[in-house]
């Protein structure tokens, strides 16, 4: 999500505590909001472990569209 100086923020928290619904209610709001739980934003390494695609993360900030003026 990209504030109104640029900034970035990085939600995170235990599951079933609403980050899901946070991030719903800042798209509601004309924010850009990327739920890393949803499909295509994880990979699976060699263990199993699901990982954030860094790179899909990085592509989306930088591409991220220039901040609301209020």
Do not use: Y
């Amino acid at each position: 999500m990209a504030g109104a100086n640029g900034s970035r923020l990085l939600l995170t928290g235990m599951s079933g505590v609403g980050k899901s619904s946070v991030v719903g209610e800042l798209r509601r709001l004309g924010f850009t909001a990327i739920d890393m739980d949803e499909p295509g934003w994880s990979v699976w390494d060699a263990g199993g472990n699901q990982l954030w695609d860094e790179g899909r993360l990085e592509a989306a900030l930088e591409n991220a569209p220039a901040p609301r003026s209020s």
